[in-house]
Every structure is written in structure tokens, then in C-alpha cells.
């Protein structure tokens, strides 16, 4: 039955029939239209005393801890909150900038999933991982992978490889393919998906992996540890939306201790005109549908401000997905432009005094939408998430190497693992 012989610290379950599934599974055999999810043993909001992301290790799937410097950051804000006109503000800050102690050593919050998932997929036995990323994803698991010496197979759209670099002396255990003259993260998505199929390397799962998503739900956690409560509204910018399923789980999840009587924190979600697929699809009541008109879903991809924001395959209308997490905390999405991208970088700047990147600018552009059109009140609590702001603040202080390119693939997916076939035999 459910009874797994590798621990007992979490079960697996279908989002949707209940069932438990295997430590790794992605899919329940039942139910593919749905997500798995983790159920920990530990029903309580305990930390451990320490000040890195591995303080909410109950609430990760892995039993080991490394030593980071990586976690989540939540302070008040004060400037910009002013200037917004709003009593409770907080800025979750996922980039790297040692001022606020934000030290996200590859400048975004998806430095929250890449430990927490190798750890996991190491202790059930897988011996690597294959993934896609648009860029910052990449980073975040070449940065890990090195930590952890785990082989790591990452493939990139080229329009993504310059931002592929670590803060440290890139390791073999990478190995970064690069997708010729392409710019679209779901043929990188797709590219994966064949090579874990056909050279036998385990998938990372992207929005299906629950390592993933808990280690980015540690933001709600973080500031539910120093508010002790739950913010009423929950804004970030999106390409998957991946985050914003986290946030919602994470609250969930602080709500069943019954210490937390607050509702789970209303989602603003943010995407960038004129690449919008999770906002049209929601203010439509319609599905997503990536594979219509792709020469102008790129042409649109092309046009934006924030490219890590272009997913054409986000996990929209699965059970326990994006739509249902906007559904069930009442939450709204925003369409903003690169100028309102622009103008809300520079205002954080200005009254926060650090810099960050398009994504985030794209978040408070929501934010200030929301105040607008009275979705969001000036009086309730406010948690603004800065995802990232790559290198600005890095490469002041750390030495930041490209990871080699292993090997350059044809787009088209046959003519790819024609010439990868060559390179696994290896
Ligand atoms: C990946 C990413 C996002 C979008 O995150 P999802 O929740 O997966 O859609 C936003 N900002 C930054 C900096 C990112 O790297």
C-alpha cells in the first residue's frame, strides 16, 4: 500500500483522488490532469535554529540539511510603502543583496528549489536529473549541482545561455545543452522531457515536482514566522506560476496547525504584455492553448521586458494548479507593460535602495494596478515578492563564471538527440 520503506517524514498524494503516490512520482497513475503534493508528518509550524532555508526542513522533502547561506528574506517596508499609501507592507526579497541579509547566491528565488530537490531525488536513489530552464532556473541548479555533486543534464533555449553562470568554479557534474538559434523555454521543456526518456536520466518535473514548490513556499513560511500570521495578499510576477501554487500550499499548510485563522493571502499574479497566456486565460474563463499561433506567441516572447515570464506550457487548469489556487483565494491577475516594468524598477529603487529585476518590477507594477482598480485595500497586509535581481548586487562581491556549453543541438527534436545520442554513449 502507502507505506513507504525510505522514510517517514512525507507521503506523496494525488491533489485530486487522494491516493498516495511513489516518493518521485510526478503523475499519479490515476489522475495525470493532476499535481502530487506532500503531506508531512510533522502537522505543527516547527523551525530549527538556524537562519537558512533549512529552518522549515519539517515542511521539506528531504531528510538532509546543507549548509547555505540560501533562504528566504521578508522585511517591512517602510519608503515605499509610503509611498504607496499602504499601512503593512512587506517585500519578500529572493535576490542576493547581503544588506537586507538576502544572500541568494544566483540572485533569485529559484536558488528556494534547486538543494531541496537534488537532496530529495539523491536520498530515493536517482543518480542525476534532467531539466529545462529559461535561465535563472539553470543557474540555480548548475550553483547546486556543484554543491551537491550531482549530475545535472540542464538544457537552455540559446537566447537564455549568457545568463547561465556560478558564483563559483563551474564542476563536470554539469552539463549544459544548448538549443541553437531558439528562444522558446517549451521546446527546452519539451528537449528535457525526450532526453529523460531516452537515456533513463530522472525528470525534474517543474511544476510537478514538490521539492520545488515547497522550497519556494518557504517565503510564506518566513514571513508567517516573523508576522505571525498570514499576509492578505500575496503579489509576484509569473511565467509558470509555479510560485504562486507554492505560496498557496504553504498557506494551507500553516492554516491546518490551527494556530493561523487568517484566509489563505489573495494571489495578484503579474505577467508581461504582450506575452500574457495565464491572465487571458483566467479574465476569459478559457484554457491555455501553447500550441496555437507559435510563430506569434514568439513574436510576443520576443517583445517582453521580463523574458523568464514566457512559458508557453504553464500548469494552468490542472487539479491543485494555478487556476485552482486563484479560484480558491479569490485572487486576480495583471497584464503590465515593459514601460510600468521600468518605471516600478526605478521606483523600488528609489525608496527601497536596491535594485532589482524586471520580474520584480513587474510584481509591483501589479501592486500598483491592484491598489488602482481597489482590489487591493491600503489597509491590509501586503507581501510583495522581489523574485530576484540576478547580478546586479553579485558581481560586486563574487566572482561570476559562465558554465560551459556542452554541447549545441539543433532545435528540431530528432536532429537533437541524433546528435546527443553520440554524447550519452559516451
Ligand atoms: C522563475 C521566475 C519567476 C516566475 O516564477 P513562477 O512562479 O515559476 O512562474 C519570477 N521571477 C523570477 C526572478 C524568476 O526567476
Same mark, same amino acid.
Given at each position: 500500500?502507502?507505506?513507504?520503506?525510505?522514510?517517514?517524514?512525507?507521503?506523496?498524494?494525488?491533489?485530486?483522488?487522494?491516493?498516495?503516490?511513489?516518493?518521485?512520482?510526478?503523475?499519479?497513475?490515476?489522475?495525470?490532469?493532476?499535481?502530487?503534493?506532500?503531506?508531512?508528518?510533522?502537522?505543527?509550524?516547527?523551525?530549527?535554529?538556524?537562519?537558512?532555508?533549512?529552518?522549515?526542513?519539517?515542511?521539506?522533502?528531504?531528510?538532509?540539511?546543507?549548509?547555505?547561506?540560501?533562504?528566504?528574506?521578508?522585511?517591512?517596508?517602510?519608503?515605499?510603502?509610503?509611498?504607496?499609501?499602504?499601512?503593512?507592507?512587506?517585500?519578500?526579497?529572493?535576490?542576493?543583496?547581503?544588506?537586507?541579509?538576502?544572500?541568494?547566491?544566483?540572485?533569485?528565488?529559484?536558488?528556494?528549489?534547486?538543494?531541496?530537490?537534488?537532496?530529495?531525488?539523491?536520498?530515493?536513489?536517482?543518480?542525476?536529473?534532467?531539466?529545462?530552464?529559461?535561465?535563472?532556473?539553470?543557474?540555480?541548479?548548475?550553483?547546486?549541482?556543484?554543491?551537491?555533486?550531482?549530475?545535472?543534464?540542464?538544457?537552455?533555449?540559446?537566447?537564455?545561455?549568457?545568463?547561465?553562470?556560478?558564483?563559483?568554479?563551474?564542476?563536470?557534474?554539469?552539463?549544459?545543452?544548448?538549443?541553437?538559434?531558439?528562444?522558446?523555454?517549451?521546446?527546452?521543456?519539451?528537449?528535457?522531457?525526450?532526453?529523460?526518456?531516452?537515456?533513463?536520466?530522472?525528470? !525534474? +518535473? @517543474?511544476? %510537478?515536482?514538490?521539492? #520545488?514548490?515547497? =522550497?519556494?513556499? *518557504?517565503?510564506?513560511?518566513?514571513?508567517?514566522? &516573523? $508576522?505571525?500570521?498570514?499576509?492578505?495578499?500575496?503579489?509576484?510576477?509569473?511565467?509558470?506560476?509555479?510560485?504562486?501554487?507554492?505560496?498557496?500550499?504553504?498557506?494551507?499548510?500553516?492554516?491546518?496547525?490551527?494556530?493561523?485563522?487568517?484566509?489563505?493571502?489573495?494571489?495578484?499574479?503579474?505577467?508581461?504584455?504582450?506575452?500574457?497566456?495565464?491572465?487571458?486565460?483566467?479574465?476569459?474563463?478559457?484554457?491555455?492553448?501553447?500550441?496555437?499561433?507559435?510563430?506569434?506567441?514568439?513574436?510576443?516572447?520576443?517583445?517582453?521586458?521580463?523574458?523568464?515570464?514566457?512559458?508557453?506550457?504553464?500548469?494552468?487548469?490542472? !487539479? +491543485? @494548479?494555478? %487556476?485552482?489556487?486563484? #479560484?480558491?483565494? =479569490?485572487?486576480? *491577475?495583471?497584464?503590465?507593460?515593459?514601460?510600468? &516594468? $521600468?518605471?516600478?524598477?526605478?521606483?523600488?529603487?528609489?525608496?527601497?535602495?536596491?535594485?532589482?529585476?524586471?520580474?520584480?518590477?513587474?510584481?509591483?507594477?501589479?501592486?500598483?494596478?491592484?491598489?488602482?482598480?481597489?482590489?487591493?485595500?491600503?489597509?491590509?497586509?501586503?507581501?510583495?515578492?522581489?523574485?530576484?535581481?540576478?547580478?546586479?548586487?553579485?558581481?560586486?562581491?563574487?566572482?561570476?563564471?559562465?558554465?560551459?556549453?556542452?554541447?549545441?543541438?539543433?532545435?528540431?527534436?530528432?536532429?537533437?538527440?541524433?546528435?546527443?545520442?553520440?554524447?550519452?554513449?559516451?
Amino acid at each position: 500500500m502507502g507505506e513507504e520503506a525510505a522514510g517517514t517524514k512525507l507521503r506523496i498524494v494525488c491533489a485530486k483522488c487522494g491516493d498516495t503516490l511513489a516518493p518521485l512520482a510526478h503523475v499519479c497513475p490515476r489522475c495525470p490532469d493532476a499535481l502530487p503534493r506532500a503531506e508531512y508528518a510533522e502537522k505543527r509550524f516547527v523551525m530549527q535554529d538556524r537562519g537558512d532555508i533549512f529552518r522549515f526542513a519539517a515542511w521539506l522533502p528531504a531528510e538532509a540539511t546543507v549548509e547555505t547561506t540560501i533562504g528566504p528574506t521578508v522585511f517591512r517596508s517602510e519608503q515605499l510603502a509610503e509611498t504607496l499609501g499602504l499601512t503593512e507592507l512587506s517585500v519578500a526579497f529572493s535576490g542576493y543583496a547581503p544588506e537586507v541579509t538576502a544572500r541568494n547566491v544566483t540572485g533569485t528565488f529559484k536558488d528556494f528549489e534547486a538543494l531541496p530537490t537534488l537532496l530529495y531525488l539523491r536520498e530515493h536513489g536517482a543518480t542525476g536529473v534532467v531539466l529545462a530552464s529559461a535561465g535563472n532556473t539553470a543557474r540555480a541548479f548548475a550553483y547546486a549541482a556543484g554543491v551537491l555533486g550531482f549530475p545535472t543534464t540542464i538544457v537552455v533555449p540559446e537566447a537564455a545561455a549568457a545568463s547561465v553562470w556560478v558564483p563559483a568554479r563551474p564542476t563536470e557534474d554539469v552539463r549544459l545543452i544548448v538549443l541553437a538559434k531558439s528562444a522558446d523555454y517549451a521546446t527546452a521543456i519539451r528537449l528535457a522531457g525526450a532526453i529523460a526518456a531516452r537515456y533513463g536520466i530522472h525528470p !525534474e +518535473g @517543474g511544476a %510537478r515536482n514538490v521539492a #520545488r514548490r515547497d =522550497g519556494m513556499g *518557504t517565503t510564506i513560511l518566513e514571513y508567517a514566522r &516573523i $508576522e505571525r500570521r498570514l499576509p492578505r495578499h500575496y503579489v509576484q510576477a509569473v511565467g509558470s506560476g509555479t510560485g504562486a501554487i507554492a505560496a498557496w500550499e504553504a498557506a494551507l499548510r500553516l492554516q491546518a496547525t490551527g494556530e493561523f485563522g487568517d484566509p489563505a493571502p489573495q494571489l495578484h499574479l503579474a505577467q508581461n504584455v504582450p506575452f500574457t497566456p495565464i491572465h487571458d486565460a483566467w479574465t476569459a474563463g478559457e484554457e491555455i492553448e501553447p500550441e496555437r499561433d507559435v510563430e506569434g506567441q514568439l513574436r510576443r516572447i520576443a517583445a517582453i521586458t521580463a523574458p523568464v515570464l514566457a512559458n508557453r506550457t504553464p500548469p494552468f487548469a490542472l !487539479e +491543485g @494548479g494555478v %487556476r485552482a489556487a486563484l #479560484r480558491a483565494t =479569490g485572487g486576480h *491577475t495583471y497584464a503590465v507593460t515593459n514601460s510600468e &516594468i $521600468e518605471a516600478a524598477q526605478r521606483l523600488f529603487e528609489e525608496r527601497e535602495g536596491l535594485r532589482i529585476g524586471p520580474e520584480s518590477g513587474a510584481a509591483l507594477a501589479a501592486l500598483c494596478q491592484g491598489l488602482a482598480l481597489g482590489w487591493i485595500d491600503r489597509a491590509e497586509s501586503v507581501l510583495l515578492h522581489v523574485t530576484g535581481n540576478g547580478d546586479a548586487v553579485l558581481r560586486r562581491d563574487v566572482a561570476l563564471r559562465p558554465v560551459p556549453v556542452w554541447r549545441r543541438v539543433p532545435p528540431e527534436r530528432d536532429a537533437a538527440l541524433q546528435a546527443l545520442d553520440r554524447a550519452f554513449a559516451r
